[in-house]
């Protein structure tokens, strides 16, 4: 019985840290996304461009791509934001 209350105790420990650490890399993401876009990664050319709906569907494709760099190891930042997180977390 002591194991399975260690057990539970320990799996809410870890569970809003999941979540914090969710939360940091998609805020990873999200800043990719945005120096991705700042870069000009999928601005449409100036002719033969796609039009309107390559246009719109450009973002999708940077957001993507943010999420492989920040799966494959990222910049660093989510470990740094999810630090953070948790201090904030910690003092309230």
């Known amino acids: 019985m002591t194991d399975l209350t260690a057990l539970s105790a320990g799996l809410t420990k870890t569970v809003p840290d999941q979540k914090l ?3 940091a890399q998609e805020l ?3 800043f990719l996304s945005v120096m991705l876009k700042e870069a000009g990664v999928g601005r449409t050319p100036d002719g033969f461009g796609g039009g309107a709906g ?3 569907f450009t973002s999708f494709l940077r957001d993507e791509q943010a999420r492989a760099m920040v799966q494959a190891g990222g910049l660093g930042l989510a470990e740094m934001f ?3 997180l948790k201090e904030r977390e910690n003092a309230q």
């Open 21 to 23: 650490r969710d939360v």
């Open 82 to 84: 999810f630090q953070s």
């Open 28 to 30: 990873e993401v999200h």
């Open 54 to 56: 390559e246009d719109q």
